[in-house]
């Protein structure tokens, strides 16, 4: 749970070397009770992690486990030349079960990542109408969405819908034929009833049920929206997140995220993501 807060809750500037200090420490102490017993047994070539976790740890983002110790003294810096982050060592990829991954890997993709299509809705034209947000406060207008979203196309020759027609007729319509779904937008998740997760589109949303209902093919679903990968702990199921809808609906892989994220950073970021994939390297 320390180690959770210290990633999803708001930075406080004032705090911010407490906060360093207790992210590196719990990051490392996870790694301490999780890795030394299990990567000596593992062949030394190993490269590629996939983690099927059980309860809390459905919450845990191993990249960001710490191999080595941070001194207390340490000034506070994340930069990747400071910390030992799981992910400078491996690749890691999860699944929600031993029984679904064999299942996945006899399911055929054809691997053509060209066949792009993004959805960035607008949502200034909806202000007067009732609340859609998770919370008591209406939707805001997302600033970068439009741009992670044309940018990306342009980049892997794909089809960008922006605007009103980021719409759920059109997602409806459109995601089926296509290998790599992007959605750049807002999100919800339940944590009491999973089927009611929303992600939203122009002019309504997709919840849990909507989603479970659709037939997609696609290789990746790339949900590039708050709190894609929260939701419900189930014991024995996992969490029962959008990613986990977006999955049960046909999408071989998801990319998601653990918390709210700044728009703008997170369409830099999905840039750098979609330039690495398109020069060969792989989704995890």
């Known amino acids: 749970d320390v180690f959770r807060t210290t990633l999803t ?41 996939i983690i099927i976790p059980d309860h809390q740890l459905n919450y845990v983002p191993f990249e960001l486990l710490l191999s080595q110790n941070v001194p207390t003294t340490a000034t506070a810096d994340f930069h990747t030349s400071n910390l030992s982050y799981l992910i400078e060592q491996f690749a890691v990829s999860y699944d929600y ?35 859609r947000g998770c919370t008591e406060d209406p939707l805001f207008q997302l600033h970068c969405n439009r741009r992670e979203v044309s940018n990306i196309s342009t980049l892997m ?16 319509l459109e995601a089926v034929n296509h290998l790599i779904i992007h959605l750049a937008t807002h999100a919800c998740a339940n944590e009491h009833t999973p089927m009611l997760n929303k992600i939203y589109l122009s002019d309504n949303h997709l919840s849990g049920i909507d989603l479970n209902n659709l037939r997609l093919n696609a290789e990746l679903a790339v949900l590039s929206a708050c709190n894609t990968g929260s939701g419900k702990l189930i014991k024995g199921e996992g969490v029962m997140s959008l990613a986990r809808s977006f999955m049960t609906a046909g999408c071989n892989s998801t990319l998601m995220s653990m918390w709210a994220g700044n728009d703008c950073a997170t369409s830099d970021i999905m840039l750098y993501f979609y330039q690495e994939l398109k020069a060969g390297r792989s989704k995890d």
């Open 157 to 172: 020759g794909g089809k960008a819908l922006l605007g009103e027609m980021a719409n759920t007729t059109n997602f409806e």
């Open 97 to 131: 079960s031993a029984t679904l991954f064999c299942k996945n890997q006899e399911r055929k993709y054809p691997r053509d990542y060209a066949s792009f299509i993004g959805f960035a809705p607008d949502f200034e034209l909806y202000a007067e109408q009732e609340n």
């Open 9 to 49: 809750a708001p930075a406080k500037r004032q705090l911010v070397a407490e906060d360093f200090h207790t992210y590196t420490t719990s990051a490392n102490e996870l790694y301490q009770l999780l890795f030394p017993f299990i990567l000596p047994e593992i062949d030394g070539d190993l490269r590629h992690l």
